[in-house]
């Protein structure tokens, strides 16, 4: 079956940096682009980034864009967000995200950005 671990949240000081991953496994990671997603206290599920299935092509929120870097390792059926600059507002649980026939979801990694 399809499975999605996320893992790197933690919390960190304002302007700090984190490096979450996501790995993926049941089904052919390199075939599929895949997705990060963020979810805030009292908020709506927002998209951050998306990357293609070869990686060629990257794609992210204004929100995050010029601090955010995602990347992938199909050798280990891995997705990566690399977070920098990381701002109050960064706050969330982040979510890998792949659409297969149907959508599927990790569980969530929580990232904390507070002094």
């Known amino acids: 079956q399809v499975q999605l671990v996320e893992s790197g949240g933690d919390l960190v000081q304002p302007g700090g940096s984190l490096r979450l991953s996501c790995a993926a496994s049941?089904?052919?990671?390199?075939?599929?682009?895949m997705r990060w997603f963020r979810q805030a206290p009292g908020k709506e599920r927002e998209w951050v980034a998306s990357i293609t299935s070869s990686g060629g092509n990257t794609y992210y929120a204004y929100s995050v864009k010029g601090r955010f870097t995602i990347s992938r390792d199909n050798a280990k059926n891995t997705e990566y967000l690399e977070m920098n600059r990381l701002k109050a507002e960064d706050t969330a649980i982040y979510y890998c995200?792949?659409?297969?026939?149907?959508?599927?979801w990790g569980q969530g990694t929580q990232v904390t950005v507070s002094s």
């Open positions: 995200n792949v659409q297969l026939a149907d959508m599927y």
């Open positions: 049941g089904f052919t990671f390199s075939s599929y682009a």
